[in-house]
């Protein structure tokens, strides 16, 4: 049965830092991963989604990597900013369609 | 930019009650999701359907569950009689083929 953990559970950090959000999973056998935001009490928007067979994916501020083997994926935030507080979830496409959730992140980005 | 809405935000409903949630997909998107979380848990997936039917579901879409496509455009969960422990935020999602999956804002559903 596929797991996804994600660590920390927590991250406070001042404006202006770099971060490392990390996630890791249990099976390889993976379709995709994609990684979400998700404001208090609101729906999720996907940030990035990386193919199984991809290394990386970038879109502005934000970077992903995907090491399928070990079974891990890391989200990058550079240059963060207040804007950027939430929960960051990460997720697996394990089977056809069904997407299997870390817990997520907690992010807060202090002015 | 396209995007996936459902109906309603917010649901209060008595113990033993039926209700309906609702979501219009992506017009174009031919696969659709309902997941649901509850408070402080992680996201679940509850079932995807295809071609009007359900193509895959978990252990908790059980009989209480069911989900239909009732027109083009909607798509709906129902659950028959509800119980405290199906309160939670449920979320429906669409995409093409194993492709990103667009999620809509929510239903927070409180059953009392």
């Known amino acids: 049965k596929q797991e996804v953990t994600q660590i920390p559970a927590a991250l406070s950090v001042p404006e202006g830092e770099n971060l490392v959000l990390n996630c890791s999973f249990t099976?390889?056998?993976?379709?995709?991963l994609q990684w979400f935001r998700q404001d208090p009490g609101k729906g999720l928007t996907s940030l990035l989604l990386?193919?199984?067979?991809?290394r990386e994916q970038t879109s502005g501020r934000l970077n992903a990597s995907l090491d399928k083997s070990s079974g891990r994926s890391t989200l990058y935030i550079a240059a963060s900013q207040p804007g950027d507080s939430a929960t960051y979830l990460c997720?697996?496409?394990?089977?056809?369609?069904?997407?299997?959730f870390g817990t997520g992140t907690r992010l807060l980005v202090s002015p | 930019e396209p995007e996936v809405t459902q109906t309603p935000s917010h649901q209060v409903t008595q113990m033993g009650q039926e209700v309906i949630l609702r979501c219009v997909p992506i017009s174009n998107h031919l696969y659709f999701y309902w997941y649901r979380q509850i408070l402080g848990q992680k996201v679940e997936f509850l079932v995807s359907?295809?071609?009007?039917?359900?193509?895959?579901k978990s252990e908790i879409f059980d009989d209480q569950f069911s989900v239909e496509r009732p027109d083009g455009s909607n798509f709906t969960l129902k659950i028959r009689s509800t119980k405290l422990e199906d309160s939670a935020m449920y979320f429906c999602a669409s995409n093409k083929e194993k492709e990103t999956q667009y999620f809509g804002p929510g239903t927070r559903l409180l059953v009392l």
């Open positions: 359907f295809y071609n009007n039917e359900i193509s895959e």
């Open positions: 099976d390889s056998a993976i379709y995709n």
């Open positions: 997720a697996v496409l394990a089977g056809f369609q069904k997407l299997v």
């Open positions: 990386i193919q199984s067979s991809q």
